[in-house]
């Protein structure tokens, strides 16, 4: 496995994880879990099948999961962008600490999708 695929196979696998406790933890409860908006917890459910498809994708070594992960990355890298904007415009005191972390994570998130999309060793091995 190239080395840059192993983070985005395990953060997949995470997520993945995540979406299948969510619907454990809803059909055990009998209630929406952990989210009690049911419009929240199916926009949440579509985001965590999602990142399973892409794990399974890139088990299995699809060509299309690489498209797939570099479209979750942004996803992901837009969402904590807007935090952020929202955190540095708002009244509240800004810890700079954070701010650079979630810089760090965004152009982490960008690296991420930027590799997925456009390197040619991804795309070989994924077209094993």
Known sequence: WPIALIPVLIGTGIASAIGLVQLAGTGLQGKWYPYG????????????????????????????????????????????????????TSSQRNAPAELVAAVALLLLLVAIAFYLATSSVARAFLAR
Do not use: I, N, Y
């Open 37 to 88: 908006d049911p419009a929240l917890w199916v926009g949440m459910l579509a985001t965590w099948s999602a990142h399973g498809a892409c794990f399974a994708g890139l088990l299995l070594r699809k060509r299309w999961s690489r498209f797939l992960g570099a479209v979750l990355a942004c996803g992901w890298a837009l969402l904590l962008a807007a935090q952020a904007v929202e955190h540095v």
